[in-house]
């Protein structure tokens, strides 16, 4: 039985050894969160997110020391949970201009192994984040996050404004008709 083609298939990037979601979402202003799962026996291996599109040239922006211990720089933290064999990073305050693509890795002696991630930042929050705050503060609400808050105004947009809106049109479009009908 030959082990090298294996060995070589799980020391190349993205293959079995981590793997993560093939692409997440976020709104502006808020957070992401993404999870890697990686196979027993990396467990205190260092490991990293990065940022671009070629796995050769991607830029770290956050490293664990090969602990469990949560490493913050800027607006990203990483934590490694060994026993779960699972990588969490969270970027917060979230820009569109941090769509881009990304890589959990782990670091090790030869090529690093890495699986990339698609990371899209909706518009949203940020423009309106400052008056939601306030509002929910004002309110008594403090407890309430701005995200869930937009998330539930999409939903009262979506299931019951829209519909009464179009109720509306069609009431006024039926009785524009029926003013219009040459009476008997």
Same mark, same amino acid.
């Given at each position: 039985?030959?082990?090298?083609?294996?060995? *070589?298939?799980? #020391?190349?990037?993205?293959?079995?050894?981590?793997?993560?979601? +093939?692409? &997440?979402?976020? *709104? +502006?202003?808020?957070? &992401?969160? &993404?999870?890697? =799962?990686?196979?027993?026996?990396?467990?205190?291996?260092?490991?990293?997110?990065?940022?671009?599109?070629?796995? !050769?040239?991607?830029?770290?922006? %956050?490293? $664990?020391?090969?602990?469990?211990?949560?490493? !913050?720089?800027? =607006?990203?933290?990483?934590?490694?949970?060994?026993?779960? =064999?699972?990588?969490?990073?969270?970027?917060?305050? %979230?820009?569109?201009?941090?769509?881009?693509?990304?890589?959990?890795?782990?670091? !090790?002696?030869? /090529?690093?192994?890495?699986? /990339?991630?698609?990371? $899209?930042?909706?518009?949203?929050?940020?423009?309106?984040?400052?008056? *939601?705050?306030?509002? $929910? $503060?004002? #309110?008594?609400?403090?407890?309430?996050?701005?995200?869930?808050?937009?998330? =539930?105004?999409?939903?009262?947009? &979506?299931?019951? !404004?829209?519909?009464?809106?179009?109720?509306?049109?069609?009431?006024?479009?039926?009785?524009?008709? #029926?003013?219009?009908?040459?009476?008997?």
């Amino acid at each position: 039985m030959q082990l090298q083609p294996v060995l *070589l298939l799980l #020391s190349l990037p993205g293959c079995v050894s981590i793997q993560g979601p +093939e692409s &997440v979402r976020g *709104l +502006e202003g808020g957070s &992401v969160t &993404v999870q890697c =799962h990686y196979t027993p026996g990396w467990e205190t291996y260092k490991k990293w997110w990065c940022r671009g599109a070629y796995w !050769k040239s991607c830029d770290i922006l %956050v490293q $664990t020391e090969g602990s469990e211990q949560e490493v !913050k720089r800027d =607006h990203v933290s990483i934590r490694d949970n060994q026993r779960q =064999h699972l990588l969490t990073v969270t970027m917060k305050e %979230v820009r569109q201009s941090d769509t881009d693509t990304y890589w959990c890795g782990i670091s !090790k002696p030869g /090529p690093d192994l890495g699986a /990339p991630i698609k990371v $899209t930042i909706d518009p949203g929050v940020l423009s309106t984040q400052a008056s *939601l705050q306030s509002r $929910t $503060t004002t #309110s008594g609400r403090a407890g309430t996050s701005s995200g869930s808050y937009i998330r =539930h105004h999409y939903i009262l947009l &979506v299931f019951l !404004k829209v519909p009464i809106l179009l109720l509306l049109v069609a009431a006024v479009l039926w009785l524009k008709g #029926s003013q219009q009908r040459p009476s008997i």
